[in-house]
């Protein structure tokens, strides 16, 4: 299969959607997607929807995830946050466009699936941990953004206290199988602006500012 051409098509594909931060879409352009899928669905790595991994979780649909992080606006200078790193294929694309990336993580095995794959392509810059990201990481705040890949009852209150000022976060907002991106950003003077941007399914977001753990 000649992923290059399929991973050109499918940048084409998000600009032919409205995505049109180039940071984003060079990354996309650059980060072997995959890698990150698993074996016995390679041949939809580059299919512009959500796909399975280990422990029921799932590697989010491209245009999502090109939609979230063109709406923190990244620069190269930031430190970035990532709750839910999944197969780490967002982590990767953030680590293409910023300096350092923070990624937490609820389940060990998604953990060592990650990092096999994020130190096999040389992303240094990337950070996995192990933790209820629903507390964020508070070791490397501030962080001028934050993207949130589950969906929970509510922005966590420890997220929005980790963000910098004029940081931005995004993150799924609603039910537990249905939400709505949220997009929130610090203002100078303390408070929070926000704003509901397009419907999403996410799976749930679990920990202690999250859902309850449905396996307890
Ligand atoms: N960004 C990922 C997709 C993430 S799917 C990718 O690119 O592949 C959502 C992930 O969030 C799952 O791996 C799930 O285990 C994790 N998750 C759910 N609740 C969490 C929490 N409280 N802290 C950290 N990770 C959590």
């Known amino acids: ?53 280990p422990a029921q979780q799932t590697i989010s ?9 063109s709406a923190l606006k990244l620069q190269p200078q930031f430190n970035v946050l990532e709750i839910g790193t999944g197969s780490g294929y967002a982590a990767a694309v953030l680590g293409q466009i910023v300096q350092q990336v923070h990624t ?26 192990l933790g209820d990201g629903t507390l964020g990481w ?3 705040a501030p962080y001028e953004a934050i993207v949130v890949a589950a969906g929970g009852p509510t922005v966590p209150v420890s997220l929005r206290d980790q963000l910098g000022v004029n940081g931005r976060l995004i993150m799924p907002v609603g039910s537990y199988k249905k939400q709505k991106l949220q997009l929130v950003w610090r203002k100078k003077d303390g408070r929070f602006g926000q704003k509901t941007l397009t419907p999403v399914r996410f799976v749930p977001l679990i920990g202690s500012e999250g859902w309850a753990d449905a396996d307890q």
């Open 104 to 129: 937490v993580e609820r389940k060990e095995a998604l953990v060592a699936y990650a990092n096999a794959r994020l130190q096999q392509l040389g992303y240094t810059n990337v950070q996995v941990h």
């Open 1 to 53: 299969m000649d992923f290059e051409k399929l991973r050109a098509e499918m940048v084409a594909d998000l600009q032919e959607r409205g995505i049109e931060d180039t940071a984003v879409l060079q990354a996309m352009r650059t980060v072997p997607r995959e890698v990150f899928v698993q074996e016995d669905h390679l041949e939809y790595a580059y299919y512009n929807g959500a796909l399975p991994l």
């Open 138 to 140: 508070p070791e490397a």
């Open 61 to 69: 649909q491209p245009y999502v995830v090109a939609l979230m992080l």
